[in-house]
């Protein structure tokens, strides 16, 4: 059983940035590859980032450019960095590792983000 704590959302002004951060209660990164989804309201949650075991990473079209994802094997935490917050924007932020051994996910619980002036 693999926990995952995100932290690092709150209130940010248009055009603002945050820095998302994903801890793992151990190091994983070796068997996982990690992403950051996103749900709004009424919306279905998607996946925005993702960094392989590898360290290859990946974006959805609607962020490339503004968001990144990064990872330190020494504190066992995925960052995801986002910048140029578009206004009105709020969402839920989670973290989740794939195992590329077994047919299995974790997720954490979730940060949320909301862009208000």
């Known amino acids: 059983q693999e926990r995952l704590v995100e932290s690092g959302g709150g209130l940010v002004q248009p055009g603002g940035s945050l820095r998302l951060s994903c801890a793992a209660s151990?190091?994983?990164?070796?068997?996982?590859?990690m992403g950051w989804y996103r749900q709004a309201p009424g919306k279905q949650r998607e996946l925005v980032a993702g960094i392989t075991t590898g360290g290859t990473t990946n974006y959805a079209d609607s962020v490339k450019g503004r968001f990144t994802i990064s990872k330190d094997n020494a504190k066992n935490t995925v960052y995801l960095q986002i910048n140029s917050l578009k206004s009105q924007a709020k969402a839920f932020y989670y973290c989740?590792?794939?195992?590329?051994?077994?047919?299995?996910?974790?997720w954490g619980q979730g940060t949320q983000v909301t862009v208000s002036s």
């Open positions: 989740t590792a794939r195992s590329i051994i077994i047919p299995h996910d974790y």
């Open positions: 151990r190091s994983i990164f070796s068997i996982y590859n």
